[in-house]
């Protein structure tokens, strides 16, 4: 069976540090693998997703990058943080041609 | 422009009763539907789904209705017990690629006993 996993799980971090969150997947392999955004008391907002090794895109303009070093190992970056990077952020994945998205468990982000 | 809309932020229902959740869209270019379940500090978990070929999907007490001509679905969860309690999520799919989803903003189902 697959799994997915999401470090760390609670950040605090100050504004204008780096950020670096990580997502890896077990299981199965060259993935579709997505990250998402939950504000306080929103939806889900897609931030990037790839298709394969290398393979970015990005969904809207941020101060946020990502980068998919590996098949199964998907990345969450920022130089500088600030304030409005504060949120919930999810990984997901999916099998190639398949819609359902299965998610990882979060990081919990706050600026200050 | 919000593709997917749930319009109800939340909704109490009392444990054995119906809960209905609705969801609408706007782009008739979406072939695929989903809902998903979350509790708080975790991510969501996925429920059921349905393609845009069947107006009904039923997974034990989960039914989830689709009426393409009012662009609207809908999630049935009969009995409602104490641990559907979360914020419900509705996603759409087909006209992005790479399975993209969409999501509406959740509703919270509160289920009291």
């Known amino acids: 069976s697959q799994t997915i996993h999401q470090w760390p799980a609670t950040l605090v971090q100050p504004v204008g540090s780096p950020l670096s969150l990580e997502c890896t997947v077990e299981g199965t392999s060259n993935p579709n693998l997505y990250w998402y955004r939950q504000a306080a008391g929103r939806g889900l907002q897609l931030l990037f997703y790839?298709?394969?090794?290398?393979?970015i895109s990005s969904e809207v303009p941020q101060n946020l990058s990502a980068s998919r070093p590996q098949d199964r190992q998907f990345i969450l970056s920022s130089k500088k943080l600030l304030l409005s990077d504060s949120g919930f952020y999810l990984c997901?994945?999916?099998?190639?041609?398949?819609?359902?998205?299965?998610f990882g468990p979060g990081t919990r982000l706050l600026v200050l | 422009d919000q593709q997917v809309k749930q319009n109800s932020p939340s909704l109490s229902v009392q444990e054995g009763r119906i809960s209905i959740l609705n969801c609408d869209y706007t782009?008739?270019?979406?072939?695929?539907f989903l809902w998903y379940k979350k509790y708080p500090a975790e991510g969501p978990t996925f429920l059921i789904s349905i393609s845009s070929i069947k107006d009904k999907n039923e997974d034990g007490r989960f039914t989830v209705f689709l009426n393409k001509s009012a662009k609207h679905l809908s999630l049935h969860i009969v009995p409602s017990q104490p641990g559907d309690s979360a914020v419900y999520f509705c996603a759409a799919s087909g006209v992005q690629g790479a399975q993209k989803l969409v999501f509406g903003q959740g509703t919270r189902l509160t289920i009291n006993p």
């Open positions: 997901a994945w999916t099998f190639q041609g398949i819609e359902t998205q299965y």
């Open positions: 782009n008739s270019m979406f072939d695929y």
């Open positions: 790839s298709v394969g090794i290398g393979q």
